[in-house]
């Protein structure tokens, strides 16, 4: 396991977008425990599904609940920068706590030992963290993106303290909707389709089509609102809708099936051939009784 290190240190991933996904076991123990508050040992088939749909309607109520609160309440801003009023409309609660403290974090622990004069609408600067001793970060910001050595963005999908401290400087006051991604928005499920079967092998030319179809899908949303409960309004979208799927339609570009076995083959530069066996080990020594497990 250790001679295969390099596959499992979070320090590789750094340029890989894994949202949070490489961490520890803690998720699957909080279900573990999520779900033996349901279940016990001795459960026949039937008791099993009966309980096992509890559960499932359990977390459904919660998820409904959650983004009821979302979509009807505003979280309490706790800076006068404008892009956290702004911020607090686009993500969920739970991700705008997160994006709240890197904002705080940005005003208040952030010192900028160099800034350099604006190029093609792009200023770098080097920020100090007052919290991290002899280390610099180095941030590339324009008025709708920014780039971070740190690379929070690429790995979590949260924009880090360095980028909004860059943002600030240069005077931007909304959110730029091109670092927002569609599974911390409130309106996450306008965007499904975005869990695409269809890319193009090229990883970095595919980061880019998520990022664009972002933005789509929040200038469709802010169509959709403007349209509101007219008639008129909404059956004019739709027919510009309609119209443009035609035109796509008899547009001539060919589309190439990239399936996920093909997606982490990109990212890992490798895929085996023929078929893979993976044994087990003989024993196998988890927290508690590993004789239960």
Same mark, same amino acid.
């Given at each position: 396991?250790?001679?295969?290190?390099?596959?499992?240190?979070?320090?590789?991933?750094? *340029? =890989?977008?894994?949202?949070?996904? &490489?961490?520890?076991?803690?998720?699957?123990?909080?279900?573990?425990?999520?779900?033996?508050?349901?279940?016990?040992?001795?459960?026949?088939?039937?008791?099993?599904?009966?309980?096992?749909?509890?559960?499932?309607?359990?977390?459904? *109520?919660?998820?409904?609940?959650?983004?009821?609160?979302?979509?009807?309440?505003?979280?309490?801003?706790?800076?006068?920068?404008?892009?956290?009023?702004?911020?607090?409309?686009?993500?969920?609660?739970?991700?705008?706590?997160?994006?709240?403290?890197?904002?705080?974090?940005?005003? &208040?622990?952030?010192?900028?030992?160099?800034?350099?004069? =604006?190029?093609?609408?792009?200023?770098?600067?080097?920020?100090?963290?007052?919290?991290?001793?002899? +280390?610099?970060?180095?941030?590339?910001?324009?008025?709708?993106?920014?780039?971070?050595?740190?690379?929070?963005?690429?790995?979590?999908?949260?924009?880090?303290?360095?980028?909004?401290?860059?943002?600030?400087?240069?005077?931007?006051?909304?959110?730029?909707?091109?670092?927002?991604?569609?599974?911390?928005?409130?309106?996450?499920?306008?965007?499904?389709?975005?869990?695409?079967?269809?890319?193009?092998?090229?990883?970095?030319?595919? =980061?880019?089509?998520?990022?664009?179809?972002?933005?789509?899908?929040?200038?469709?949303?802010?169509?959709?609102?403007?349209?509101?409960? =007219?008639?008129?309004?909404? $059956?004019?979208?739709?027919?510009?809708? +309609?119209?443009?799927?035609?035109?796509?339609?008899?547009?001539?570009?060919?589309?190439?099936?990239?399936?996920?076995?093909?997606?982490?083959?990109?990212?890992?530069?490798?895929?085996? $051939?023929?078929?893979? *066996?993976?044994?087990?080990?003989?024993?196998?020594?988890?927290?508690? *009784?590993?004789?239960?497990?």
């Amino acid at each position: 396991m250790y001679a295969l290190k390099a596959s499992w240190i979070p320090a590789f991933f750094r *340029n =890989e977008p894994m949202f949070g996904l &490489l961490r520890t076991t803690s998720k699957s123990e909080s279900e573990n425990s999520f779900f033996g508050q349901f279940h016990k040992q001795g459960d026949m088939l039937c008791e099993f599904w009966l309980r096992f749909e509890s559960a499932m309607d359990k977390q459904r *109520n919660e998820t409904v609940t959650l983004d009821h609160e979302s979509k009807s309440s505003l979280p309490t801003t706790l800076s006068k920068w404008f892009i956290e009023d702004d911020a607090a409309t686009l993500y969920t609660c739970t991700m705008f706590y997160k994006i709240q403290e890197e904002i705080l974090a940005s005003c &208040l622990e952030m010192q900028i030992k160099r800034m350099s004069e =604006e190029v093609d609408g792009v200023t770098h600067f080097e920020i100090r963290d007052v919290r991290v001793k002899d +280390k610099l970060f180095k941030v590339s910001v324009s008025m709708n993106h920014a780039v971070c050595s740190c690379k929070k963005f690429v790995m979590c999908g949260i924009v880090c303290r360095y980028a909004f401290c860059g943002l600030m400087q240069i005077g931007v006051t909304k959110f730029p909707r091109i670092l927002v991604l569609n599974r911390w928005m409130q309106t996450d499920d306008r965007g499904t389709s975005l869990n695409l079967d269809v890319v193009t092998s090229d990883y970095f030319k595919m =980061e880019q089509v998520f990022l664009k179809l972002t933005i789509i899908w929040f200038d469709f949303r802010q169509t959709v609102d403007k349209a509101g409960v =007219e008639m008129d309004r909404l $059956e004019h979208v739709h027919s510009t809708i +309609k119209k443009l799927n035609t035109e796509l339609d008899d547009y001539d570009g060919s589309i190439v099936s990239f399936t996920k076995k093909d997606h982490i083959a990109a990212m890992v530069e490798q895929q085996p $051939e023929g078929e893979v *066996n993976i044994l087990p080990t003989n024993v196998c020594k988890n927290k508690r *009784n590993y004789f239960k497990r």
